[in-house]
């Protein structure tokens, strides 16, 4: 059974910066599609960054600041996000082709 498990989560202030890891064994390689989701309170899940064989994908609001990258040697997905904003504050949900993780909280104090 295929498990994601995130991390990396937390409370930082309004600038700052997070790096969210995404570890799934055996599947990063051969998936062909991965992406970060988020769901803010009172909102539905959206997608923040994505990739596929096509390219990689951002939502407009996180542009210039996040940066997905994938690490098929560490089975691993990351979420790097520089100059958080308190907007950026909800759960990040990793998705690989149809599996998810448990969502991590993200805070972003102002």
């Known amino acids: 059974q295929v498990r994601l498990v995130e991390s990396g989560g937390g409370l930082v202030q309004a600038g700052g910066s997070l790096r969210l890891s995404c570890t799934a064994s055996?599947?990063?390689?051969?998936?062909?599609?991965v992406g970060w989701l988020r769901q803010s309170p009172g909102e539905e899940r959206t997608l923040v960054a994505g990739?596929?064989?096509?390219?990689?994908i951002y939502a407009d609001s996180v542009k210039g600041r996040f940066t997905l990258t994938r690490d098929s040697a560490e089975n691993t997905v990351y979420l790097q996000m520089n100059s958080l904003k308190p907007e950026d504050t909800g759960v990040y949900y990793c998705?690989?082709?149809?599996?998810w993780g448990q969502g991590t909280q993200v805070t972003v104090s102002s």
């Open positions: 055996g599947i990063i390689s051969s998936a062909d599609s």
């Open positions: 990739w596929s064989r096509l390219g990689t």
């Open positions: 998705n690989i082709g149809e599996h």
